[in-house]
């Protein structure tokens, strides 16, 4: 078996090393020794995208929050029209100079596209800045809500981060959340926050025909003001023709499939 090679290194504000390694055609970004973002499972990524903008067809803006390895910008843009844009608020200049560079080719070089745009910073604080900006919101920061961590990622998935999110989209806008597993408590809060329509979908994280492990997209569409409490729990169902299994519950999560260290 070949060996992995180093190709690149970065820091973490928190100080967290980020490597990116690779091994024959195979790819992978490690944060403090633990797989954050691996070529070979990244069909949920692409489901995050595809889910979202089929919810809303008509989407023309949509923010990005997290460029990985540019698999979730890449569906983006595959159905966003002509004219449309996405904007990418990626932590760190590094990550997009390895999506530009050694590992542009994994998604199709998505950023030599004209419609994409970078943003270094922290995205709960470019989505608390907008109003009305964006018809979609996909969130690819951390293990998802359920985690709340890093700290910083909590202030995106908590109360005041899902208002912002909401006031950030258009009315009839759509959020979209990967999250490493179901959660219910993060739904009620969407629904609490004046979404409607919450849904979690159950995806297989290698693609529509593989099997194995699977993650949870949270899908959230704009309404009206947000309620005192929360109106009930949201379904959960699975990508057409699979079976999730048996969903974590309350209190319980699988193992995370990735470290998400100083992504946000």
């Known amino acids: 078996m070949?060996?992995?090679?180093?190709?690149?290194?970065?820091?973490?504000?928190?100080?967290?090393?980020?490597?990116?390694?690779?091994?024959?055609?195979?790819?992978?970004?490690r944060a403090g020794g633990r797989v954050l973002m691996p070529s070979r499972t990244h069909g949920s990524e692409e489901a995050l995208a595809a889910l979202a903008l089929e919810r809303a067809p008509r989407?023309?803006?949509?923010l990005i929050g997290g460029l990985g390895l540019g698999y979730t910008l890449r569906a983006a843009l595959d159905r966003l029209p002509p004219d449309g844009r996405a904007v990418v608020v990626e932590l760190l200049p590094e990550v997009e100079g390895w999506v530009r560079g050694p590992v542009a080719h994994l998604a199709?070089?998505?950023?030599?596209?004209?419609?994409?745009?970078?943003?270094?910073?922290?995205?709960?604080?470019?989505?608390?800045?907008?109003?009305?900006?964006?018809?979609?919101?996909?969130?690819?920061?951390?293990?998802?809500?359920?985690?709340?961590?890093?700290?910083?990622?909590?202030?995106?998935?908590?109360?005041?981060?899902?208002?912002?999110?909401?006031?950030?989209?258009?009315?009839?806008?759509?959020?979209?959340?990967?999250?490493?597993?179901?959660?219910?408590?993060?739904?009620?809060?969407?629904?609490?926050?004046?979404f409607r329509d919450v849904?979690?979908?159950?995806?297989?994280?290698?693609?529509?025909?593989?099997?194995?492990?699977?993650?949870?997209?949270?899908?959230?569409?704009?309404?009206?003001?947000?309620?005192?409490?929360?109106r009930g729990r949201a379904r959960a169902t699975t990508s057409p023709g699979r079976n999730p299994g048996k969903a974590a519950g309350p209190g319980h999560r699988r193992p995370p499939r990735r470290a998400r260290a100083g992504r946000r």
Do not use: K, Q
């Open 2 to 29: 070949l060996p992995w090679e180093i190709v690149a290194r970065a820091r973490a504000p928190d100080g967290t090393e980020l490597v990116l390694a690779r091994r024959g055609e195979e790819w992978v970004v």
């Open 59 to 62: 989407a023309r803006t949509v």
């Open 108 to 194: 199709g070089h998505p950023l030599d596209d004209p419609r994409a745009e970078v943003r270094h910073g922290d995205v709960a604080e470019h989505v608390g800045a907008a109003r009305e900006a964006y018809d979609a919101i996909l969130l690819d920061v951390d293990n998802g809500p359920g985690t709340m961590a890093p700290a910083a990622n909590a202030r995106l998935h908590g109360h005041h981060g899902i208002r912002c999110c909401r006031e950030a989209l258009r009315p009839g806008g759509v959020l979209a959340i990967w999250s490493a597993a179901p959660d219910r408590d993060h739904a009620a809060r969407l629904e609490a926050a004046g």
């Open 199 to 230: 849904e979690v979908r159950i995806v297989p994280a290698r693609g529509a025909s593989a099997r194995g492990v699977r993650h949870a997209i949270f899908l959230a569409t704009r309404g009206g003001p947000p309620t005192a409490m929360p």
